[in-house]
């Protein structure tokens, strides 16, 4: 036989009370909860909207990213959650730009501009979300994207709300 069991009998305690190694458990249970914290998902809303906003429908299925948002209520023009103009300020005028609103762009994008030379994984890419309430008139929206494009957003997202909510 190429194995022998032991001559020897095992050694078994009575009816005594077990004791339970807690430092494994621990163990076990640190490495469950760093496992289901790396894995978790953040998918649930990256947009914060103004509770005024209302969004347009759509059946757009795109996730959206996190990028500089610029939202258009029916009453004001919201630059990165700080109100920047009043809506018929940014109507009035001929000029399509919208000073107010390229001062705060221009603004951030200095900001951005000195984050990026302390850290070389985030640069200045010109990403832009505008969220505009579905009773706006399209020329705000016009003027707002021109504007952007003139501050150098270039990459320019419109967000809606999906119609499956």
Known sequence: MPFAPSKRKPKRKGDGP????????????????????????????ILTADPRLKLPISTSAQSPKLKLSVQLTTDEVIVDGVKVTTVQEAM???????KPVLAALEKNTERMKFIAKSNVALK???????????????????????????????????????SDK
């Open 124 to 162: 200045f890419t010109g990403d832009i979300v505008i969220m505009g309430d579905e009773h706006i008139p399209f020329i705000l929206i016009e003027r707002v994207m021109y504007t952007c494009g003139q501050a150098g957003y270039g990459n320019i997202s419109l967000a809606v709300a999906s």
């Open 92 to 98: 009035s005028g001929e000029d399509y730009l919208i």
């Open 18 to 45: 077990i004791n339970l190694s807690l430092t494994s458990l621990m163990d076990v249970f640190t490495i469950i909860l760093v496992f289901l914290l790396m894995s978790y998902s953040s998918e649930g809303e």
